[in-house]
C-alpha cells in the first residue's frame, strides 16, 4: 500500500470511527479498557476520595440541582470543590443520618477547620483551560437545557454514581467533537451556532 | 505530513494578506500603540511580563548565550546610523520597547511544520505549546528577534521552592523544547472577554490591559482593541494615520509620528511606534 | 474586584486553614488524569472568595521609601503580582520594576526561617521561646540598658514602625535612634533647607517648560520615581518641554534629556553660578536681585566657568538663554551635585539658579504641613552612622538593635562598622535576609515579609496633602517561625511598660487603635470600623493639605576649583545608583538581577564604565578586567564602553558584591563602597560619595560582558527608534 492510499484509509477510518463518536457525544464512556476515537480511555479509574461522597442521594433521589453545591462553577473557570460550610449549611439541621460514619467524618473536619482533602477526578492538562461559567451560561442559562443534562455533557451521569469517576475522553478530539456541532443559540430559538475553535480559547 | 503543512501554510501565505475592513465585523482585533517620547526606559513593563507570565529567570551564563526569556525587552541604541556622529550622546539614549508585533501576515507563522503558531481570529500570533516540536523555524524567521525558545527544563530549576508560589496559574509553565513568545497577556484577554460575553456586551475600552501596559509609569504603552472604532487606540492610529493594512503608510503632512517597525518588511505589525521627540536645539 | 466589606483578620483565618494547605498544580501535567492531584475545599470563605478568581487587596510597597499605593492579586491563598492602586496619588495605579519584584521578595527561597543565636559554632537556628527569653534577659524590665547605651539603628522608617520605635528607645530614656542611609541625600537637603526653607520641595516637573537637572535620576532613583514618571508623561505632552540634563555619568533621567552635558565632577556649582552669571547679564532677571548674589557670581563669566567644568562656553550661553525663553523652569540637584567636599554649596549653587529664576511658587513649592510629624520618614545620613560608629568603637554602646539597614555591606572600609560591632556585648538583627550586618549579631529575628504584615507609611515626597499609607498582609504566613517587626517590639513593650502596652494582643490592634484616634485629623464622620475598614480597603487615608510657601536665602558658599587629576589617580570615579538595585539591598532578588540596566544592558555583574576614547588611548576593549585602585582599596571589574561618560571619569554601579544575602547576590559582581575615599562634605560631615580618584590597571585578563545589546548599538540606518525634531512634531493635534 503506497504512502497517499494509506492516509486516505486512515481518513476514512477516522470519519467512520468519529461519525460513530459524533453521532451521540453525550452517552457514557463505554466499559472499563475500552477506548474513544482518538485513544484515550473512556472510563477513567476508580477514585477513592476521603468521604465515599454519595451523588446518587444528593443529586439522585433528592433531586438537589448540582450547582446548589457546585456554586462556583457558573461563576468562575473553574468548578472548585463545594464549601465545607455548604455541606454544614444542610446536615447540621438533618438529625436523622448524624450518626453515620461518613457523615460523623465530615464533622470531623469541619470541627478541626480542616479542608477535605479531596482528589481531582476531572483532571485536564496543565496547558488547557477549560472554562465552566462560559459552557454553562451558554446551555443551561441561555438555551435552557436541564442542569443535569448541561454537566453531564462532560461529566457523565453523576447522579447515578457515589463519587464522581470519569467516564468522559476530556480529549481534545473529544472536545472538538462537540464545538463543531450546531446547537441552539438561545430557548425557543432556531438559530444555531457552534463553538469557537481559535487555538488560544482552550491552550493558554 | 510537516512538509505538506508548510506548502499549504507559505501559499496561504502568500496569497493572504490583511485586507481593508478586515475586523470590522470582529468584535476584537488587539493592538498597541508605543510613545517612544514618553517611554523613559525603566525595565517597569519588562519585570511585570516577567510577573504575569512565569517567565524563567535564566541566570548569566544563559543570558550570555543569549538565552534569556524576556518577552519584552528594552532595546538601547546610541544613534540612528551606523556609528556615533559626536563624541557624547548629546541628545540621550534611544530607548526601545520590543516585543512580539503580533504581525497580521507574521513571517513566523507560515514555516511552523507543525502549525504551533497561527492567527487568532482577535489579530494575534498564538502560539501553543503541546504543539510544538521545537524546530525553532519561527523565530529564525521574525525579525524582531522575539520568540525565546526553552533550551533547558526550566520548572526543573528556575523557580527554588517556595518561589514557584508566586506563578501564575492562568499561564503554563513551559517546559523544555518549546517556544514561547508575548500573548498580549492573553489570559488576561481570555478572562475578560469570557466574562464580557456572559454579560452579552464586548469588553469596554481599558477594561482589560497588558500587564506592561499597566505598570509603565509614564503610561507609553497603549493597548486595546482596535476593531472598536471608538477605543483609544484605534483612535491613535487613525490619528497617527497608520493603517494596519498597507505597507507603508501616506502621511498628511510632515510631524506626524506614528510608524511600524520593519514595515517594508509586508510584515503588518499590530504596535505603532510613535517617534521619539527632542528638542534638537537645546 | 476590590475588598469588599470584611473583617480582614477574619478573612485571613480562612485562608490560613484552607488557602495555604491547598495543594498546587504541578508544572508540566500534560496528561488527561483522574485521582492524582488534590483539590481542597475552603472551609468557611468570604462569599466574594471564588476560586479561580483573583482578589485584589491595597496596600504599600515597601521596596522603597516611596510609598507607592499598590494591590495585589490574590488567588486561593497565594498573592501573584502587585499593580499600582490607582486611589493613590503618588503612584496613580502605576508600579516600578522594583515594586513588582516585592513578591519575590516575599516568596524568596533564601528567607530566614528561625531565629539564629550566636553559639560557638557561629549563628545556629533557635526556637522563639529561646529568643524571647534572650530579648527579655537583656531588654526586659530587668534591663540595666540606659540612655546612649542601647542604639537603635535603622533605615528610613515612617508611620507606626517609626513611632512604636520612638516608643521603645522610650523606656530606655534613650533618643538614640540612628538612621542610616547609604545613598543619603541629606547635603541636598540641607542646601535645599539653607536656601529655600525646605529640605525636599514639591517640584511641579508637569509645570515646567525646562528642567535643567544636574545629576538628579528623578525618573529612575530618585525621591519618588513612579511618581516623577508620572509628572514626566504630561510634561512631555504639548507644549512640550525640554529636559537638559548635566552629569559626569549618563543616568536613566539623562538617557532621557534632549540635552545632555558631561561635566567634570564636582564643578557643578560653578556651572550654575556661570549661567547665573549670564542670566543676570539681563536686566529682567537682574533687577531686584540682592546685590550678594550679583557679587557672588560676578567673577564666573563663561570662559572661567568653561575652563575648569569642561562645558563648552557656548553651552554655557545656550543653557542660560534657554533658560531665559522658557518659564516657568525648574531647576534641580542630584547626588553627583552633593556628593563632594563642598557638596553643600555646590547643591546650593544650582537651587540659587532657582530663586534668580523665581521659580518659587510656580514650579517650586514647599510640601504641605504634616499633621502627624511623629508619623513622618527618618531620612538616614552617613555622619549618623560614623558618630555612632565611634560610640560602639569606644565601647559606649551596650545593646544595638539593627532594622532595615545594612552598614556592614554600605559603609567604606575607612568605617569598619563590623570591627565596631564586636565591641558590643548585644547585638539583635530584624531580618527577612541574612545579610552581612546580621551576620554579625548575636540575635537575629526573622521578619515577615512586606506582604505579610501590617503597617504604616508615610512617605518622604507628598506630592498632594499628605497621605498616611497601610500596609496590610497579602496572604497567610509563609514561615509559622516569622514575625511582624511591630509584633516583637510590642511585646517586649508590653514588658517593660505594661500599664500603657498590655491592652493591645498585638501589632495589627495597636495600629488599628492609633489609626482610629487619628479619625477627627481626617475630618471623617464614619464610625471607627467603618473608618478602619475604608482605610484598609483604600490602601490609605489622605489628609487635605495645601502646598506652602517657599523662602528665599543666600546662605555663604565656598566653591574652590576642585584639584587637577594627579598621575597617581588619573580618573575621578562615579558610584552610580541603580533604580533597581539602590544601595544594595534587592540584589537578592532575580528579577532585578537579569533585568539588564538600561543605560548598559549588562546583567547579574559589576563593570566599570570607561568612555570608548578613553579606553582607545588606554587599549582597552570591553571585557578586559581591571583594577580599580583608590587610596583606600581596590576592586577589580570588566571594562564596560560606555559613550554617556566624561572622558576623564569611570563608573561602576552600586548594589553588587554581596557576601551575605542568598544565593541570588552572593558572589554576584564587586562592591564599590569599600573603595571610596575618606572625604567629607565640609558642611554636614556626610561622605562625599563621588570625590574618590582611581587609577585603572590592566590585569592581561578578559571576560566577555554578559549584556542584552546586541554586537551594535547603532540602528544602522533602519526605522527603529526614529527622533522627530520638536519643532516638527504636533504633539498639541495628538490623542
Keep these: 500500500m503506497n504512502y497517499g492510499k494509506r492516509i486516505f484509509l486512515w481518513i476514512v477510518l477516522f470519519w467512520i470511527g468519529s461519525a460513530q463518536v459524533f453521532a451521540e457525544p453525550f452517552v457514557q464512556g463505554g466499559p472499563i479498557g475500552s477506548q474513544t476515537s482518538d485513544g484515550y480511555d473512556a472510563l477513567g479509574p476508580v477514585v477513592e476520595q476521603p468521604i465515599e461522597f454519595p451523588h446518587n442521594t444528593h443529586a439522585g433521589r433528592m433531586q438537589i440541582n448540582c450547582m446548589y453545591c457546585h456554586t462556583y462553577a457558573r461563576r468562575s473557570n473553574v468548578s472548585g470543590i463545594p464549601r465545607l460550610d455548604k455541606c454544614m449549611g444542610c446536615h447540621n439541621l438533618i438529625e436523622g443520618v448524624k450518626d453515620r460514619p461518613r457523615i460523623k467524618k465530615l464533622f470531623e473536619y469541619w470541627e478541626n477547620k480542616q479542608p477535605i482533602p479531596w482528589k481531582k477526578v476531572h483532571d485536564l492538562p496543565d496547558f488547557v483551560r477549560f472554562n465552566h461559567e462560559r459552557h454553562i451560561q451558554r446551555f443551561y442559562f441561555q438555551e435552557k437545557r436541564p442542569v443535569r443534562e448541561v454537566c453531564g455533557y462532560c461529566h457523565g451521569d453523576i447522579a447515578s454514581m457515589t463519587t464522581a469517576r470519569r467516564v468522559k475522553a476530556l480529549s481534545m478530539g473529544w472536545c472538538v467533537s462537540c464545538h463543531q456541532k450546531d446547537h441552539l443559540e438561545k430557548a425557543g430559538s432556531t438559530v444555531t451556532s457552534h463553538g469557537p475553535n481559535d487555538c488560544w480559547l482552550c491552550h493558554k | ?282 | 474586584m476590590t475588598m469588599s466589606n470584611l473583617d480582614r483578620r477574619d478573612f485571613l483565618k480562612v485562608l490560613g486553614i484552607s488557602g495555604a494547605a491547598a495543594t498546587l498544580a504541578g508544572c508540566g501535567h500534560t496528561s488527561i488524569e483522574s485521582g492524582v492531584e488534590e483539590v481542597m475545599s475552603y472551609v468557611h470563605p468570604q462569599d466574594f472568595v471564588v476560586p479561580g478568581i483573583g482578589v485584589f487587596y491595597a496596600s504599600t510597597c515597601a521596596q522603597c521609601g516611596s510609598g507607592c499605593g499598590i494591590m495585589g492579586k490574590v488567588r486561593e491563598g497565594r498573592v501573584l503580582k502587585l499593580e499600582g492602586n490607582p486611589e493613590s496619588g503618588i503612584s496613580g495605579g502605576k508600579i516600578c520594576g522594583l515594586g513588582q519584584a516585592g513578591v519575590q521578595a516575599h516568596y524568596n527561597p533564601d528567607r530566614l526561617r528561625t531565629p539564629m543565636y550566636k553559639g560557638e559554632g557561629g549563628l545556629t537556628p533557635v526556637s522563639w521561646e529561646t529568643a524571647h527569653q534572650i530579648l527579655e534577659q537583656r531588654l526586659g524590665p530587668n534591663s540595666p540598658l540606659k540612655g546612649e547605651q542601647i542604639a537603635f539603628l535603622t533605615g528610613g522608617v515612617s508611620g507606626h514602625q517609626r513611632v512604636l520605635l520612638e516608643n521603645f528607645l522610650e523606656t530606655f530614656d534613650s533618643t538614640h535612634h540612628v538612621t542610616y542611609d547609604a545613598l543619603s541625600t541629606a547635603t541636598g537637603r540641607a542646601a535645599s533647607k539653607a536656601i529655600l526653607g525646605a529640605e525636599q520641595p514639591l517640584w511641579n516637573i508637569h509645570k515646567a517648560r525646562l528642567i535643567l537637572s544636574f545629576g538628579n535620576d528623578f525618573l529612575g532613583s530618585g525621591v519618588s520615581p513612579v511618581y516623577m514618571a508620572r509628572q514626566y508623561a504630561l510634561f512631555r505632552k504639548a507644549p512640550r518641554g525640554t529636559l537638559i540634563q548635566i552629569e559626569p555619568r549618563m543616568t536613566l533621567t539623562g538617557g532621557n534629556a534632549d540635552r545632555w552635558y558631561p561635566i567634570k565632577p564636582g564643578t557643578e556649582g560653578i556651572l550654575a553660578l556661570g549661567i547665573a552669571h549670564d542670566l543676570l547679564q539681563h536686566e529682567e532677571f537682574s533687577r531686584g536681585v540682592p546685590q550678594e548674589i550679583l557679587d557672588l557670581v560676578k567673577n564666573y563669566d563663561r570662559d572661567a566657568v568653561s575652563d575648569i567644568t569642561g562645558i563648552g562656553s557656548d553651552a554655557v550661553r545656550l543653557i542660560a538663554a534657554q533658560l531665559w525663553n522658557n518659564t516657568p523652569s525648574l531647576v534641580i540637584a542630584g547626588p553627583s551635585v552633593e556628593g563632594h567636599p563642598y557638596g553643600f554649596s555646590n547643591a546650593a549653587a544650582v537651587q540659587l539658579l532657582n530663586v534668580i529664576l523665581g521659580n518659587r511658587g510656580q514650579t517650586m513649592e514647599g510640601q504641605a504641613e504634616h499633621p502627624f510629624p511623629q508619623l513622618t520618614p527618618t531620612l538616614g545620613s552617613y555622619h549618623a552612622l560614623a558618630d555612632l560608629n565611634q560610640k560602639m568603637a569606644a565601647g559606649k554602646t551596650q545593646a544595638l538593635l539593627v532594622y532595615g539597614t545594612n552598614p556592614v555591606f554600605t559603609a567604606p572600609s575607612h568605617l569598619p562598622f563590623g570591627e565596631s560591632m564586636s565591641n558590643v556585648p548585644f547585638k539583635v538583627a530584624f531580618v527577612t535576609h541574612m545579610d552581612e550586618t546580621a551576620g554579625h549579631c548575636d540575635l537575629v529575628l526573622p521578619l515577615l515579609s512586606a506582604l505579610e504584615d501590617f503597617g504604616t507609611h508615610v512617605a518622604e515626597y507628598q506630592p498632594d496633602g499628605v497621605e498616611v499609607m497601610l500596609q496590610q498582609p497579602l496572604m497567610e504566613k509563609l514561615y509559622p517561625e516569622s514575625k511582624g517587626y511591630g509584633d516583637i517590639l510590642l511585646e517586649i513593650l508590653k514588658k517593660r511598660k505594661p500599664e500603657a502596652y498590655a491592652a493591645f494582643p498585638d501589632y495589627y490592634s495597636y495600629l488599628k487603635t492609633a489609626m482610629v484616634k487619628a479619625k477627627p485629623v481626617f475630618k471623617v464622620s464614619d464610625s471607627d470600623d467603618h473608618f478602619w475598614e475604608d482605610a484598609l480597603r483604600n490602601g490609605l487615608v489622605k489628609w487635605n493639605g495645601k502646598p506652602t510657601s517657599l523662602e528665599a536665602k543666600l546662605p555663604a558658599l565656598t566653591l574652590p576649583k576642585p584639584a587637577e587629576l594627579t598621575t597617581d589617580y588619573p580618573f575621578y570615579f562615579v558610584p552610580s545608583i541603580r533604580p533597581d538595585m539602590r544601595d544594595g539591598r534587592h540584589a537578592y532578588l532575580p528579577w532585578l538581577q537579569e533585568s539588564p540596566e538600561t543605560m548598559t544592558t549588562v546583567v547579574w555583574d559589576s563593570w566599570v564604565e570607561i568612555h570608548p576614547k578613553t579606553a582607545e588611548a588606554m587599549q582597552i576593549k570591553e571585557g578586559d578586567i581591571l583594577q580599580i585602585q583608590s587610596a583606600t582599596g581596590s576592586v577589580r571589574a570588566k571594562a564596560y564602553l560606555f559613550p554617556g561618560i566624561q572622558p576623564d571619569t569611570v563608573s561602576m554601579p552600586l548594589g553588587q558584591g554581596h557576601t551575605q544575602l542568598g544565593r541570588f547576590a552572593t558572589g554576584v559582581g564587586v562592591n564599590p563602597y569599600k573603595i571610596l575615599d575618606p572625604i567629607f562634605d565640609d558642611r554636614t560631615g556626610e561622605l562625599a560619595m563621588h570625590a574618590t580618584r582611581v587609577a585603572l590597571r590592566k590585569t592581561g585578563e578578559h571576560q566577555v560582558v554578559v549584556k542584552d545589546e546586541g554586537p551594535t548599538t547603532f540602528q544602522n540606518g533602519q526605522k527603529l527608534v526614529a527622533t522627530l525634531s520638536a519643532d516638527q512634531a504636533k504633539l498639541s493635534k495628538e490623542i
Design chain 2, 1 to 282: 505530513m510537516s512538509l505538506s503543512n508548510l506548502i499549504q501554510n507559505w501559499n496561504s501565505f502568500r496569497t493572504r494578506r490583511p485586507y481593508e475592513g478586515q475586523y470590522d465585523d470582529a468584535p476584537y482585533k488587539w493592538a498597541m500603540v508605543i510613545d517612544l517620547d514618553a517611554c523613559i526606559g525603566c525595565n517597569a513593563c519588562t519585570v511585570a511580563c516577567y510577573a504575569e507570565n512565569n517567565l524563567p529567570v535564566v541566570g548569566k551564563e544563559r543570558f550570555g548565550k543569549g538565552q534569556a526569556m524576556h518577552w519584552i525587552r528594552i532595546e538601547r541604541y546610541w544613534g540612528e546610523g551606523d556609528a556615533m556622529t559626536s563624541e557624547f550622546p548629546d541628545h540621550g539614549a534611544q530607548y526601545l520597547p520590543m516585543l512580539c508585533q503580533q504581525c497580521e501576515a507574521a513571517p513566523c507563522e507560515p514555516v511552523c511544520p507543525v502549525g504551533a503558531t497561527h492567527h487568532s481570529p482577535d489579530g494575534l500570533n498564538t502560539q501553543v505549546y503541546n504543539r510544538c516540536v521545537g524546530s525553532r523555524y519561527c523565530s529564525a524567521n521574525c525579525p524582531y528577534k522575539v520568540r525565546y525558545f526553552n533550551w533547558w527544563n526550566y520548572p526543573d530549576r528556575a523557580w527554588p521552592n517556595p518561589l514557584e508560589l508566586q506563578l501564575n496559574p492562568d499561564v503554563t509553565v513551559r517546559s523544555k523544547g518549546v517556544m514561547e513568545k508575548c500573548t498580549f497577556c492573553m489570559q488576561r484577554l481570555r478572562a475578560g472577554m469570557d466574562k464580557a460575553k456572559t454579560e452579552g456586551r464586548i469588553l469596554a475600552d481599558g477594561e482589560v490591559l497588558t500587564a506592561c501596559a499597566q505598570a509603565c509609569p509614564t503610561s507609553a504603552i497603549t493597548f486595546g482593541n482596535l476593531a472598536d472604532k471608538k477605543s483609544k487606540v484605534a483612535r491613535m492610529w487613525k490619528n497617527q494615520q497608520v493603517d494596519l493594512a498597507k505597507d507603508s503608510q501616506e502621511k498628511s503632512e510632515e510631524g506626524i509620528r506614528g510608524y511600524r517597525i520593519l514595515e517594508e518588511l509586508n510584515t503588518y505589525p499590530s504596535i505603532v511606534y510613535l517617534e521619539r521627540v527632542r528638542n534638537l536645539e537645546a
